[in-house]
């Protein structure tokens, strides 16, 4: 039986299955990148930037399909989805309009001769997608690398699988050569084999630490240039001088995003001074009033976590917490209906020796801290093996930032939760993982900047 199938997480049924990959298809897939990647490294900016708008109007025109399609797959909110399918657009458009102009030779001040970076391709890159962002994660990945010159051969989450197979046809759709973007349909197991190709000269995963370990040590084994964008457990901090109530709408509704499947998920909220209790109140509230339901009904604000598995590991590490000595404040349990829902919950009381508070929640659940200072919302922030994202709430914002400049993750957002943007850079720090998806800096990972120096034979250098 295939791995690679829909299961609708809001019925558990099996909605559409897929055969996996052979090896034969597999190579003549990695051949054809590679050979596509000979004329497209050669194509015009302009030609690839007409793919890629192409690409984003398609997408637009879509947006309804790819975003029930979402739901479907992997039971995210439909105006979530359809949020999602145009910022995917929004970031093919970034590129195609800004390609250009970030990859032009750059000088570099010398005192002999001329001296410049060439930006240059460098050939068929493997992208490694998860499921919680099912177009955007592939977007992230593609439109920065095909706009570049590189052909991309995605892998993405077995549990998503049209989400993968309309994104090729959507490429095929605008015009794309065969070759510059295709799909792999694979097992995570089949990964490193693939890696491994000569053909492929560049990876990215991401995902859960323990893939992005697997894959980064197989990458640096073939001595391959790899970017890893991993889990996180997000710090929130809301400080002595925050609009409680406006930090907890904030905090929840973040939290609740996506039914908590966020890499960047506001996980730990950091109460400084003594609202911990007035926070823990307002947040319960809230909660309790959350809608659960189908995520195509526009009436639902909770719809089901991705699977039955997702649901039960999350449980799991809720049960342990709470046998741990953690106060379990709301939920925490199944919701009695078909389909993987869970109730939204409220841990606090979870001490630094507890798995729970080491470890990323993959579900609605909001852990809350309450801390003296400001020091030790810090200390706590930093507590963790992750350094993915964060937020400071407060009114004074001159004071947010410095805390912000003290938290050790790769994103930091004040009075606000993950604010993603085209042109804002995407990435952590610590095991969260490294290099940068989006923005000026998500086009240079995998191209080679080449030194060209120029100067006369008889020039002393
Ligand atoms: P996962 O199990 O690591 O899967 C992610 C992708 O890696 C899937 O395509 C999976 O394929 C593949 N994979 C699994 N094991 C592999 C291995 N040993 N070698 C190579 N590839 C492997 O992650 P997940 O649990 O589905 O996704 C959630 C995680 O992703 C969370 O930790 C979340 O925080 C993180 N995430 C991070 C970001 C970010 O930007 N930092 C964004 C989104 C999500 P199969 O589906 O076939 O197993």
Same mark, same amino acid.
């Given at each position: 039986?295939?791995?690679?199938?829909? $299961?609708?997480?809001?019925?558990?049924? $099996?909605?559409?299955?897929?055969?996996?990959?052979?090896?034969?298809?597999?190579?003549?897939?990695?051949?054809?990148?590679?050979?596509?990647?000979?004329?497209?490294?050669?194509?015009?900016?302009?030609?690839?930037?007409?793919?890629? &708008?192409?690409?984003?109007?398609?997408?637009?025109?879509?947006?309804?399909?790819?975003?029930?399609?979402?739901?479907?797959?992997?039971?995210?909110?439909?105006?979530?989805?359809?949020?999602?399918?145009?910022?995917?657009?929004?970031?093919?458009?970034?590129?195609?309009?800004?390609?250009?102009?970030?990859?032009?030779?750059?000088?570099?001040?010398?005192?002999?001769?001329?001296?410049?970076?060439?930006?240059?391709?460098?050939?068929?890159?493997?992208?490694?997608?998860?499921?919680?962002?099912?177009?955007?994660?592939?977007?992230?990945?593609?439109?920065?690398?095909?706009?570049?010159?590189?052909?991309?051969?995605?892998? &993405?989450?077995?549990?998503?699988?049209?989400?993968?197979?309309?994104?090729?046809?959507?490429?095929?759709?605008?015009?794309?050569?065969?070759?510059?973007?295709?799909?792999?349909?694979?097992?995570?197991?089949?990964?490193?084999?693939?890696?491994?190709?000569?053909?492929?000269?560049?990876?990215?995963?991401?995902?859960?630490?323990?893939?992005?370990?697997?894959?980064?040590?197989?990458?640096?084994?073939?001595?391959?240039?790899?970017?890893?964008?991993?889990?996180?457990?997000?710090?929130?901090?809301?400080?002595?001088?925050?609009?409680?109530?406006?930090?907890?709408?904030?905090?929840?509704?973040?939290?609740?995003?996506?039914?908590?499947?966020?890499?960047?998920?506001?996980?730990?909220?950091?109460?400084?001074?003594?609202?911990?209790?007035?926070?823990?109140?307002?947040?319960?509230?809230?909660?309790?009033?959350?809608?659960?339901?189908?995520?195509?009904?526009?009436?639902?604000?909770?719809?089901?976590?991705?699977?039955?598995?997702?649901?039960?590991?999350?449980?799991?590490?809720?049960?342990?917490?709470?046998?741990?000595?953690?106060?379990?404040?709301?939920?925490?349990?199944?919701?009695?209906?078909?389909?993987?829902?869970?109730?939204?919950?409220?841990?606090?009381? $979870?001490?630094?020796?507890?798995?729970?508070?080491?470890?990323?929640?993959?579900?609605?659940?909001?852990?809350?801290?309450?801390?003296?200072?400001?020091?030790?919302? $810090?200390?706590?922030?930093?507590?963790?093996?992750?350094?993915?994202?964060?937020?400071?709430?407060?009114?004074?914002?001159?004071?947010?930032?410095?805390?912000?400049?003290?938290?050790?993750?790769?994103?930091?957002?004040?009075?606000?939760?993950?604010?993603?943007?085209?042109?804002?850079?995407?990435?952590?720090?610590?095991?969260?993982?490294?290099?940068?998806?989006?923005?000026?800096?998500?086009?240079?990972?995998?191209?080679?900047?080449?030194?060209?120096?120029?100067?006369?034979?008889?020039?002393?250098?």
């Amino acid at each position: 039986m295939s791995s690679i199938k829909t $299961v609708n997480p809001t019925t558990n049924k $099996v909605e559409k299955e897929f055969e996996e990959m052979n090896d034969q298809q597999i190579q003549s897939i990695i051949a054809e990148a590679d050979k596509a990647f000979q004329t497209w490294r050669k194509t015009s900016f302009k030609k690839r930037a007409e793919l890629l &708008h192409k690409v984003a109007t398609i997408m637009r025109e879509k947006k309804d399909l790819l975003g029930k399609l979402c739901s479907i797959e992997m039971g995210k909110l439909l105006s979530e989805g359809i949020g999602e399918v145009q910022l995917s657009a929004d970031i093919f458009d970034y590129y195609a309009d800004n390609g250009e102009k970030l990859l032009a030779d750059q000088p570099l001040e010398t005192p002999t001769g001329k001296a410049f970076l060439s930006y240059q391709p460098i050939g068929v890159l493997l992208s490694v997608q998860p499921w919680n962002f099912p177009f955007y994660q592939i977007t992230r990945s593609a439109a920065p690398n095909i706009m570049a010159g590189n052909t991309v051969v995605l892998k &993405h989450a077995s549990n998503v699988p049209q989400a993968a197979e309309i994104m090729e046809k959507i490429f095929a759709e605008a015009g794309a050569p065969k070759g510059v973007y295709t799909n792999l349909f694979v097992p995570g197991s089949k990964v490193s084999q693939i890696l491994a190709d000569p053909r492929i000269k560049g990876a990215s995963l991401t995902g859960s630490e323990a893939a992005g370990s697997s894959f980064a040590s197989m990458a640096g084994k073939h001595i391959k240039k790899s970017t890893l964008e991993l889990g996180g457990s997000d710090p929130f901090i809301v400080m002595p001088d925050a609009d409680i109530d406006k930090a907890v709408k904030t905090a929840a509704e973040g939290r609740l995003w996506n039914a908590g499947q966020v890499c960047v998920s506001p996980k730990r909220i950091i109460v400084v001074g003594d609202a911990a209790n007035e926070f823990i109140a307002k947040a319960t509230a809230l909660f309790e009033r959350v809608v659960v339901g189908d995520p195509l009904d526009p009436a639902t604000q909770l719809a089901p976590l991705s699977s039955e598995k997702a649901v039960a590991d999350v449980i799991k590490q809720v049960e342990k917490a709470v046998s741990q000595g953690a106060d379990l404040i709301l939920g925490g349990k199944r919701i009695d209906r078909p389909g993987a829902f869970m109730e939204p919950t409220i841990l606090t009381n $979870v001490k630094k020796y507890m798995d729970a508070f080491s470890e990323e929640i993959f579900g609605p659940v909001l852990v809350i801290y309450a801390v003296k200072d400001v020091d030790e919302a $810090v200390e706590l922030a930093n507590g963790t093996d992750f350094g993915l994202g964060g937020t400071v709430f407060g009114t004074n914002v001159d004071k947010a930032v410095e805390v912000a400049r003290r938290i050790d993750t790769g994103m930091v957002y004040i009075n606000h939760v993950t604010g993603i943007a085209p042109e804002l850079p995407f990435g952590g720090t610590k095991n969260s993982g490294y290099g940068r998806e989006q923005s000026p800096a998500g086009i240079y990972e995998f191209v080679n900047a080449k030194l060209i120096r120029v100067t006369t034979p008889d020039a002393a250098y």
